[in-house]
């Protein structure tokens, strides 16, 4: 009796356990689930919800989203209806993002010169209006030639910049006032990005497909209309009594800041690595593109396909934001620059077994390759980008918050456009034109090669890890009386009237 009775307690022991077991397994994995809300209610609390909103339709809508539809349609505008050449075409797509290179220029903008007595939302409404007109000019005049074409494209690349250095001044105050934050919000930024480019690489294909690339651009007069809506949600404070015989003295004030601060070690390091990092990247993108669609010696893939593999690349690029955020932000921002930068360089010979056709012989089926080279390439990339954001936002001194930040990401955009221009030159030399793709894999080689360079130029990245100060504590502070930014977007002013 006594051997039976412990054998039952032995018996509800075990089940108990199992029981308890179970419980903890379906805890964990709600748990998991509800992480990322549970995050971002974390990011609304500490930053308030309308900042939150903000960055979603900014960079997620405006940003991500157009890219992935603007991308593929004007890759087959410029391919199929005005007929360039692969190197012209990246000589035209540098153009076009040639308003980004004049970031400085907007946060000057918005940090000294208020419009009818607000620094923040008018230049939302602004770049949201002149992104609708220039869209809607691109799909209803069917006449348009090609110059017409590049100025109504950067005219609408130039609304995308405005909205972009507004959101990024609010996201640079905030990453000073919440350091511990920083990574966060990169990641809260990339990530919305992420998904919105996910979102429009995936439909990019069948519309392109459907209405024709005059089609989609009038489909991309919605995202820059929501950027209006922002201007219009957010609170922020009437400035009284401002003086604006003082915007000239506040301008050279900003000048003589931001010339003070790049003179700085701490600065002009970083600042140079960002710039040869990027450069040295040559692009090789619209070679690669025209090689794609070609029904001879490419795999010829159709809009469809085209689109598909993109929105892989850019679902590599979210899990790269995730790895960051969840694995990475804490580390020395050089240690995970020299990994990242080093697989950045291998992942480029993808490519090379791609046009090769070595994927062939190993029994891999084109597009069964082509997305894994894209995935695992989008997302080495955004490894590699995401500390140079977090650190970016580490190196602005208070004050000039916005108009820094531009500054620096303006210079980022230099070294793409020199890597496109670059890599348009290489296409050029090498005779790979729209249909001739014979020395491809001699640009491919020759790109993957310089990519792993700026591993010798590291030691211009500080040590510091994201959480700590890198510039000196007296540019972290802002005078009284003499704060640009003090009558700025005011959110956590929200938080009071909860």
Not at 35 to 55: A, D, G, T
Not at 366 to 385: C, N, P, T
Not at 433 to 460: D, G, K, V, Y
């Amino acid at each position: 009796m006594e051997m039976e009775a412990d054998s039952q307690e032995r018996e509800a022991l075990h089940h108990e356990a199992q029981n308890k077991k179970e419980k903890f397994s379906v805890k964990g994995l709600w748990d998991l689930l509800w992480s990322p809300i549970n995050w971002v209610k974390m990011l609304s609390r500490e930053l308030h919800w309308s900042f939150v909103i903000s960055v979603v339709m900014v960079y997620g809508i405006s940003q991500g989203l157009s890219m992935g539809l603007s991308r593929i349609s004007i890759q087959y505008y410029l391919k199929d209806e005005q007929k360039v050449q692969p190197s012209e075409a990246q000589v035209y797509l540098g153009i076009i993002q040639i308003p980004w290179m004049v970031k400085p220029l907007w946060g000057l903008f918005t940090d000294a010169l208020p419009i009818l007595g607000y620094r923040r939302k008018p230049y939302f409404v602004f770049a949201g209006l002149i992104g609708v007109v220039s869209m809607l000019v691109l799909s209803l005049d069917k006449k348009l030639d090609l110059t017409m074409s590049l100025l109504s494209l950067m005219v609408g690349s130039a609304g995308v910049a405005i909205a972009d250095v507004t959101i990024d001044a609010c996201v640079t105050e905030n990453s000073i006032s919440h350091p511990s934050l920083a990574g966060d919000m990169q990641s809260l930024c990339g990530l919305t990005s992420s998904v919105g480019a996910l979102v429009g690489f995936s439909v990019s294909g069948f519309f392109v497909h459907l209405l024709g690339p005059k089609g989609v651009f009038g489909l991309l007069s919605i995202p820059p209309a929501l950027v209006i809506f922002v201007g219009m949600m957010l609170r922020e404070s009437h400035l009284h009594n401002f003086s604006h015989r003082r915007v000239s003295e506040k301008f050279v004030d900003s000048g003589k800041a931001m010339w003070t601060t790049l003179k700085c070690s701490s600065v002009w390091r970083p600042c140079l690595y960002m710039y040869l990092s990027l450069a040295l990247s040559l692009s090789v993108r619209e070679g690669m593109f025209y090689w794609y669609t070609d029904a001879k010696g490419g795999p010829s893939f159709s809009k469809e396909v085209v689109g598909s593999i993109f929105s892989i690349g850019a679902l590599g690029s979210l899990f790269g934001v995730l790895l960051y955020q969840n694995f990475f932000k804490s580390y020395p921002f050089r240690d995970v620059l020299l990994w990242t930068q080093l697989l950045y360089g291998l992942s480029g010979l993808l490519d090379l077994v791609f046009v090769l056709r070595i994927n062939l012989k190993l029994g891999l089926p084109d597009y069964l390759f082509v997305v894994i080279d894209e995935a695992v390439s989008q997302m080495i990339g955004r490894l590699k980008w995401m500390p140079l954001l977090v650190l970016s936002s580490k190196l602005c001194p208070a004050g000039i918050e916005g108009t820094f930040f531009a500054l620096l990401m303006s210079i980022d955009h230099v070294g793409i456009l020199s890597s496109t221009w670059a890599g348009g030159l290489l296409l050029h030399i090498l005779n790979i034109t729209r249909t001739q793709f014979e020395n491809l894999w001699m640009a491919i080689l020759i790109r993957s090669i310089l990519r792993i360079l700026p591993i010798a130029l590291l030691f211009l990245i500080p040590r510091a890890d994201p959480s700590s100060s890198i510039l000196p504590s007296e540019m972290l502070r802002t005078k009284k009386g003499d704060d640009l930014e003090s009558e700025n977007v005011e959110m956590a002013s929200l938080v009071n009237g909860v």
